[in-house]
């Protein structure tokens, strides 16, 4: 991958990653109400880990073409993104209308960040 491509694509696959790790760590013990809390918090430490050994690097990386703010952005479309596939596919839940059309409208929202480019 050419040099000048990598800061650009390496950042979203990196983060969209992360994001895995992440929801998992902070929503996978949904499905498990039964477990006790502390090993819920347990285990979620050990899964966000990787979480931030692919989040650090990825705006590290990211930041010689993007700007903290754009940098954010890319971060919470990719965590609406994996989190609506998270909640289907993992939890069973069916995605309402009126949170497909939030998602959109944020994800609108966050084009307005890279308008200034």
């Known amino acids: 991958m050419s040099e000048t491509l990598w800061p650009r694509v390496a950042p979203i696959l990196m983060l969209l990653a992360s994001n895995v790790f ?9 499905k498990h109400k039964g477990t006790a809390i502390w090993l819920a918090i ?12 692919l ?3 990825a705006n590290r990386i990211g930041s010689a073409v993007w700007s903290t703010a754009e940098l954010k952005t890319l971060q919470e ?9 998270f909640s289907v596919l993992y939890l069973g839940e069916a995605l309402k209308w009126s949170t497909l059309v ?16």
């Open 42 to 53: 347990g285990v979620s430490w050990l899964i966000a880990l990787p979480e931030y050994m």
């Open 102 to 117: 939030g998602f959109t409208l944020i994800a609108a929202g966050a084009a307005f960040v890279f308008l200034g480019k």
């Open 77 to 85: 479309v990719i965590t609406l993104t994996v989190f609506a596939v």
């Open 22 to 30: 992440m929801t998992f760590a902070w929503y996978g013990h949904l």
């Open 55 to 57: 989040a650090v690097p």
